[in-house]
């Protein structure tokens, strides 16, 4: 199945005031594969999902989602195939309760308004706030609207799930729930973060950005075992890897 | 900054008001609407000199208030917002117009009657569109204007810059309160700073309102707001609107609180 599959080629992108944020990126993420995207602040790791999105559009290069390259006439086709999470919830929720937000995707595509409510509620069960339903977004918590933020994403059932620090603001219960639902989400996933521990466990396949520019590309196994490696690009091995700091075994990524 | 933090807690009280779940909450929105409107007409309607006859409109929002269950003094203290104005507009009439009438054995110039006038007709008006949202919503009282076939620009203009406002007002407040804690110990905000802060104020609110756009785009919007309900007009929302437009009329034509009076006296006669 090629039409879930996400292509990059020399993807440039510089912001209106000349600053270069993403600089000849190329890569390929296929069907079901799911990537997480790591470096420093500022790496360029927001830019580069927005541009996946069709929100920013590329000074050089180009983006394809499946064999449709992403162009302001393709862009209606795209964005009902893929969901984006963006790194501030307040950015995403606008309603005046949690409901409405959740059905604000499914209400656009006219869908009728009993399966609008089963796939809010579906959505709000999965991640575990479902009694949070009536109340108004800005009145949560941080990790509560970040919650809501992916409940409002899902319940479009995206093909394609891109999310930009999905855990950040999570206390661990839910980061543990929201780390379950996204290993039960079948297709392609696109995750950024700097929870390299959730990285680890969630993606194969891991492609380390620095300065807008890819490191490297490989195998999450590898990639996150190398300290050398993420040292250089200002990151740390995932704690599931570093050895225990109390039975005092000389860590490794402190040459 | 607490104020300003307050005011935006205060805008979305009608918001809450709006899902409570009342008699009058669950009827039509365009027949709410319709009277509103209506309503606004006949007191709009009124001669200046006439005062008496106007006080029979009070008894709209009253029972309003009533019913809907709404908290009356937090709705009134938006209304009293309003009353500065009106003084400032109406302050003068008192000084144009010294033509003096005799009301109950007590001589005033007509300035003040219209003056006054002036003023219950602000309060009236005002408290009844208040009303309207807090016991409609904003979403669904957009779905009653397009179906009185307002243009979808328009209501949609009106329904973005209703959420907008609370959007940027949060990004105002969170500004403010990253200057406050880092500058305690002063009043307010230092002359120096105005210009830096307000140009701050207007990228960051500019900026946050895109991202808003953007990620409404990101999610299948078009340019048309649906909110999911697509309620039919029963007879009760019928005999709602009938009922308060016969009302109107009456109060409108007869001076109801004089014949009251009069039926009064006549009674003890
Ligand atoms: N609107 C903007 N205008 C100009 N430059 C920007 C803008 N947004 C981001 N940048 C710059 O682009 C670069 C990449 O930013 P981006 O938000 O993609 O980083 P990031 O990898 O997501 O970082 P973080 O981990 O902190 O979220 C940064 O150096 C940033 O300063
Ligand atoms: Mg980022």
Redesign the pocket.
């Known amino acids: 199945m090629s039409h879930h599959k996400v292509e990059v080629k020399n993807l440039h992108y510089t912001?209106?005031?000349g600053?270069k944020?993403v600089n000849d990126l190329s890569f390929q993420i296929h069907h079901g594969e799911s990537v997480g995207i790591i470096?420093?602040?500022?790496?360029?790791?927001?830019?580069?999902l927005l541009l996946l999105m069709g929100v920013l559009f590329p000074s050089q290069g180009e983006v394809c989602v499946g064999d449709v390259h992403v162009t302001k006439k393709t862009l209606p086709n795209i964005r009902q195939r893929m969901g984006m999470v963006f790194?501030d919830p307040d950015d995403q929720l606008f309603m005046t309760t949690v409901y409405d937000d959740v059905a604000f995707g499914p209400r656009n595509y006219k869908l009728d308004e009993k399966e609008v409510e089963q796939r809010v509620l579906q959505a709000l069960e999965m991640v575990g706030i479902l009694h949070l339903k009536d109340r108004a977004p800005f009145k949560l918590s941080g990790g509560e609207k970040r919650s809501a933020a992916i409940a409002s994403v899902l319940s479009m059932h995206p093909d394609i799930l891109i999310m930009?620090?999905p855990t950040a603001a999570l206390d661990p219960k839910s980061r543990r729930r929201v780390m379950r639902l996204l290993k039960s989400f079948e297709h392609t996933k696109i995750i950024?973060s700097?929870d390299l521990d959730m990285v680890f466990e969630l993606c194969d396949r891991t492609i380390v950005?620095n300065k807008?520019e890819i490191v490297v590309d490989g195998l999450s196994s590898e990639i996150l075992a190398n300290a050398e490696l993420l040292d250089t690009c200002g990151l740390e091995m995932p704690l599931g890897l570093q050895n225990c700091p109390i039975c005092g075994i000389t860590v490794k990524n402190e040459k | 900054m607490a104020n300003i933090m307050n005011s935006l807690y205060d805008m979305r009280l009608l918001d809450d008001l709006a899902r409570k779940e009342t008699f009058i909450h669950r009827l039509h929105p365009m027949v709410k609407l319709v009277i509103t409107i209506v309503y606004l007409i006949a007191v709009v309607s009124f001669d200046r000199y006439e005062i008496g006859a106007l006080l029979s409109f009070l008894f709209y929002p009253v029972l309003v208030f009533a019913f809907a269950e709404l908290p009356i003094a937090s709705i009134l203290k938006r209304v009293l917002l309003i009353e500065p104005f009106i003084i400032g507009i109406g302050i003068l009439n008192p000084f144009f117009d010294h033509q003096l009438i005799v009301i109950g054995g007590i001589t005033i110039s007509r300035g003040w009657v219209t003056f006054l006038s002036l003023f219950i007709k602000c309060g009236l008006t005002v408290t009844a569109a208040l009303l309207l949202i807090a016991t409609t919503g904003m979403d669904r009282l957009a779905g009653a204007l397009r179906m009185l076939k307002i243009p979808r620009l328009f209501v949609l203009q009106l329904l973005l810059t209703y959420r907008y406002i609370s959007v940027l007002m949060e990004e105002v407040a969170r500004t403010l309160r990253a200057y406050s804690l880092r500058a305690p110990a002063q009043q307010g905000i230092h002359r120096s700073v105005w210009g830096s802060l307000a140009g701050q104020l207007i990228l960051r609110t500019f900026?946050r309102a895109q991202r808003v756009y953007q990620a409404m785009c990101l999610r299948g919007f078009t340019g048309e707001y649906l909110t999911g309900v697509n309620e039919k007009i029963k007879t009760l929302d019928v005999a709602y609107l009938v009922a308060w437009i016969l009302f109107f009329a009456v109060a409108r034509i007869y001076n109801i609180p004089m014949l009251i009076g009069l039926l009064i006296t006549g009674v003890i006669k």
């Open positions: 912001y209106p005031d600053h944020a470096g420093a602040n500022g790496a360029g790791k927001s830019t580069l790194q930009d620090e950024t700097h950005i807008g | 900026e």
